[in-house]
């Protein structure tokens, strides 16, 4: 079976590599550099006033590499693919290219009067990205379609309920983001903190027959 996932997933997960790659390089771009040339004002002071570009710059890597491990993961189970499973593996790869961008658009406007419509973008995103990632793994997982049949029932119920649960809580960041974009933030970065705890199973392969 190694050999048949190696040329079934093994290609996904390198074309999804490569796009997460891409994304979180992306988003140190949107940091411009400060030109206090005649401005009067001394670099450092410049620099500080950047502070919102760090700020969604350290979220949004943060963010984009635990969905990273965990589609890293996930691929650890899924020992077959499908059209389906291509499809909705694009689709979640799309939002997650599509990251740098709500993020630069979130330092932009963070301190203006926009704050409230540039969260409410980047917890959309965000939330969207978590539901198409589930679906991914609800498809792959529902009856043992794509994932190995030996994984244990367990493991498999326990990992598609914290993804359910993932999901829900980034709709209510979401939601959120309509009242309090500060709330909405900080509960973003616990979402990560908290994904970057280990997963059930975590270490334990599938076993082979």
């Not at 997933?9 to 796009?19: C, K, L, P, Q």
């Not at 401005?39 to 700020?55: H, I, N, R």
């Not at 917890?123 to 792959?140: N, Q, S």
Request: a neutral charge.
């Amino acid at each position: 079976m190694s050999g048949g996932r190696d040329n079934d997933t093994g290609r996904i997960e390198a074309f999804s590599d490569g796009v997460f790659a891409i994304a979180i390089t992306l988003l140190v771009i949107e940091i411009g550099v400060p030109h206090v040339e005649g401005t009067g004002m001394p670099l450092f002071g410049a620099l500080v006033e950047q502070w919102p570009s760090y700020l969604a710059y350290v979220i949004s890597f943060l963010q984009i590499g635990v969905i990273w491990a965990n589609h890293h993961n996930r691929f650890r189970f899924i020992a077959r693919s499908d059209h389906v499973l291509l499809f909705l593996n694009i689709l979640f790869l799309m939002c997650v290219a599509f990251i740098p961008f709500p993020t630069a658009v979130l330092a932009d406007y963070l301190q203006g009067a926009e704050r409230a419509t540039a969260g409410v973008l980047y917890a959309g995103v965000l939330a969207l990205t978590a539901i198409l990632f589930t679906l991914l793994w609800l498809y792959a997982a529902t009856n043992y379609r794509l994932v190995d049949r030996n994984l244990d029932p367990f493991l498999l119920r326990s990992m598609t309920r914290r993804y359910v649960a993932g999901t829900v809580a980034y709709l209510i960041t979401f939601l959120l983001a309509f009242v309090n974009v500060t709330v909405s933030l900080a509960l973003i970065v616990i979402l990560a903190l908290l994904f970057v705890l280990p997963e059930p199973g975590e270490g334990t392969k599938p076993a082979r027959g």
